[in-house]
């Protein structure tokens, strides 16, 4: 069956502190890996999208990884702000021959930045 | 401004009523999507379009309907025979490729069943 483990399940930092979110993944054809934020009450926001041939990618203080072989993911937060206090949701698309596959979302892990 | 937008962001109804959110997308994307989102719960996909005038069920659809008369919109209709229409619904939208393309989200519409 195809799933996506977030881990931790919520956690709690000072503002300033580094953190790494792990997702691990059984989705089956893979095509892509996406992490989102999403705020309280709001809908989630595309943070990164990569591919089976890549192994990182940046936007600013948010660094994700890929592991394909090993079929983990992790988002790594530099420096947190009070701003980044959301759920980060990993997200994995099966691959269907080039088209848009089903996207199989993970339970997100809930950040709290702290001052 | 461009986006994707839903109404309304707080929605009630009685047991047996039916219920329609809105989306709209003004970014010319080709597919829209639905989903619904419960606490601790990953989202789950009720319904998509790829087209006008055509619709596919998602992991979820049954006691919901759709409709896609024009590219821009896409409502959602929970319906009496939805057993648990409690949580966050949130509609999105993307471009038609392959396979790697951002959805963009709405800001979502939280429907609570009196």
């Known amino acids: 069956k195809n799933q996506v483990e977030q881990s931790p399940q919520s956690l709690i930092i000072l503002e300033g502190k580094n953190c790494t979110l792990q997702c691990n993944y059984t989705v089956s054809p893979f095509s892509n890996l996406r992490w989102y934020k999403q705020d309280t009450g709001r809908g989630p926001v595309s943070l990164t999208i990569m591919t089976f041939s890549e192994n990182t990618k940046s936007n600013g203080r948010y660094t994700a990884t890929l592991d394909a072989d090993t079929k983990q993911s992790s988002l790594h937060i530099t420096a947190s702000q009070l701003s980044d206090s959301a759920s980060y949701i990993c997200?994995?698309?099966?691959?269907?021959?080039?088209?848009?596959?089903?996207?199989?979302f993970g339970k997100g892990t809930k950040l709290s930045v702290k001052p | 401004d461009g986006g994707i937008t839903q109404s309304p962001k707080y929605l009630f109804r009685k047991e047996g009523q039916n219920v329609t959110l809105s989306c709209e997308q003004n970014l010319n994307h080709d597919a829209m999507y639905w989903y619904r989102q419960d606490p601790g719960q990953g989202l789950r996909l009720i319904y998509y379009?790829?087209?006008?005038?055509?619709?596919q069920k998602g992991d979820i659809a049954e006691g919901y309907s759709v409709s896609r008369e024009k590219k821009e919109s896409f409502p959602l209709t929970v319906t009496s025979a939805q057993k648990n229409p409690t949580a966050f619904y949130l509609c999105?939208?993307?471009?038609?490729?392959?396979?790697?393309?951002?959805?963009?989200f709405g800001p979502g519409t939280r429907l609570t069943v009196l």
């Open positions: 379009s790829q087209i006008v005038n055509d619709f």
């Open positions: 999105a939208s993307s471009i038609v490729g392959r396979g790697k393309e951002q959805q963009f």
């Open positions: 997200v994995v698309s099966e691959w269907n021959g080039g088209s848009q596959g089903n996207l199989i």
